[in-house]
């Protein structure tokens, strides 16, 4: 459940006169997702999405997700577009955190991948990268090698047996993968999406229907985002490596941007990096999320099952 800060309908009242969006019919806080407040939002013009953004995001970042969804809708990728108030921003705050409006996207997500799935899932990710190429703004990926080995460093096993095996196997493999990270200019690079799993792509009558959930999306290799891809939605049931399913996935990719041989080359390492990123995400809030917290904690076996398929590969 992910509604941390609760809302009046009068705080609503006043926050929607700000729009131009008609009058508020209702409002309801959604309960996926684990890092900010949600909030489907009707009025009289349609629906909306209403973001309170919570501790874990640094509000001096904002403004450039919020430009890479206006830039990408702009394109035409279909992705929440924040709605710009009658002052001209479309940033305020909101019961004392920043807070946007955003369009509402149509579709569902999908309970289990599918080959037609994963091709349109590669075709929706390269359109996302030939997109972002106009917005010349960079972030950098705080969830990088550097990021990792920092992450990792703040990883404690607290007697757990389990634990401790994990983590003393992720050290070498993080230590390997860090070494054969490529260097910046070795593959082509721009904005990526970086966290295009299953709960954030939405699908109406068969077909990809919406993207959402910028707020890990930054500036790096093109290619890591289609290994964060594979990972993300090529195992079937958690566990099995379906290579018919990566090929589709590959295949729409390319129906778009082909991959570059160094690219190719590359993609077994970076799938590697992209195991080793949700590993150590999971294993972080594993060790550090309080018994009794409201939100369930994601399992990091299920990447180190990953990374163990990806070491083993010399193509993908
Ligand atoms: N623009 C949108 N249109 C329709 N539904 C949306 C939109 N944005 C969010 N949602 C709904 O709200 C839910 C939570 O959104 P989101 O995944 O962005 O939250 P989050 O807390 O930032 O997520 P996460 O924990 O996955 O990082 C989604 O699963 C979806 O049901
Ligand atoms: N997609 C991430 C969660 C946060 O974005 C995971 O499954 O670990």
């Given at each position: 459940m992910a509604v941390y800060t609760e809302l009046h309908e009068e705080d609503m009242r006043g926050f929607l006169s700000l729009y131009e969006v008609g009058e508020l019919r209702s409002f309801i806080g959604i309960a996926e997702g684990i890092e900010n407040s949600n909030f489907l939002v009707e009025t009289t013009q349609g629906r909306f999405i209403l973001t309170l953004f919570e501790k874990?995001?640094?509000?001096?970042e904002l403004p450039w997700f919020l430009g890479l969804m206006t830039h990408l809708a702009e394109q035409g990728i279909a992705c929440p577009q924040p709605i710009v108030a009658k002052d001209g921003a479309s940033l305020r705050q909101l019961a004392g955190r920043p807070a946007i409006l955003v369009s509402f996207l149509e579709g569902r997500s999908l309970e289990a991948a599918t080959p037609q799935a994963c091709e349109q899932v590669g075709r929706g990710l390269a359109h996302l990268h030939e997109a972002g190429r106009g917005y010349k703004a960079e972030r950098a990926n705080a969830l990088a090698p550097e990021g990792w080995v920092e992450l990792f460093s703040r990883c404690t096993d607290g007697g757990d047996q389990a634990v401790a095996a994990l983590i003393a196997e992720t050290r070498t493999a993080l230590s390997s993968i860090v070494k054969s990270w490529p260097v910046a200019d070795a593959l082509p690079r721009g904005q990526i999406h970086?966290?295009?799993?299953m709960d954030n792509v939405f699908f109406r009558d068969g077909q990809l229907s919406g993207v959402i959930d910028f707020y890990f999306a930054c500036t790096d290799f093109l290619a890591y985002d289609l290994a964060i891809c594979l990972n993300a939605w090529c195992f079937e049931d958690e566990r099995h490596y379906r290579q018919d399913w990566a090929e589709a996935l590959l295949r729409g990719y390319e129906q778009v941007r082909p991959l570059t041989a160094a690219e190719h080359k590359m993609l077994p390492v970076l799938c590697q990096g992209a195991s080793m990123r949700f590993l150590l995400t999971r294993l972080y809030d594993w060790v550090h999320t309080p018994a009794g917290a409201l939100v369930t904690k994601k399992d990091p076996w299920a990447y180190q099952r990953r990374l163990h398929h990806f070491q083993k590969v010399s193509d993908v």
């Open positions: 874990r995001m640094k509000p001096e970086a966290d295009l799993f």
